[in-house]
Nanobody
Framework: QVQLVESGGGLVQAGGSLRLSCAAS????????LGWFRQAPGKEREFVAG????????YYADSVKGRFTISRDNAKTTVYLQMNGLKPEDTAGYSC??????????????????????WGQGTQVTVSS
């Protein structure tokens, strides 16, 4: 099992930047594919970005491509979401998620929320116009 704790959310003006962090417990962090999702009030949870177990592959939702960057640091058992050029429509609760992958150097990036087994509690991002 892995426990996930997000941090780094807050209030920022449009055009600004934030970096979200998701710290994971356990010694098997390197065995997990990871993702970031968000959910705005009254809307369904949506995929934002994902990174493979190997760290060699990433995938982004079209709405954030070119503005957001996902990365992982296995030594720190942490996954990051660097968010630049923030827009009011990026306002949402952001959650990280993990999925165990038994395949060494697996390059699969998972995009569905039901692909993931473990979730953090989330951190709020609010972008003012």
């Amino acid at each position: 099992q892995v426990q996930l704790v997000e941090s780094g959310g807050g209030l920022v003006q449009a055009g600004g930047s934030l970096r979200l962090s998701c710290a994971a417990s356990g010694r098997t962090f390197h065995n997990y594919a990871l993702g970031w999702f968000r959910q705005a009030p009254g809307k369904e949870r949506e995929f934002v970005a994902g990174i493979s177990r190997s760290g060699g592959s990433t995938y982004y939702a079209d709405s954030v491509k070119g503005r957001f960057t996902i990365s992982r640091d296995n030594a720190k058992t942490t996954v990051y979401l660097q968010m630049n050029g923030l827009k009011p429509e990026d306002t949402a609760g952001y959650s990280c998620a993990a999925r165990g992958s038994p395949v060494y150097l697996d390059e699969t990036v998972y995009r569905g929320e039901y692909d993931y087994d473990y979730w953090g509690q989330g951190t709020q991002v609010t972008v003012s116009s």
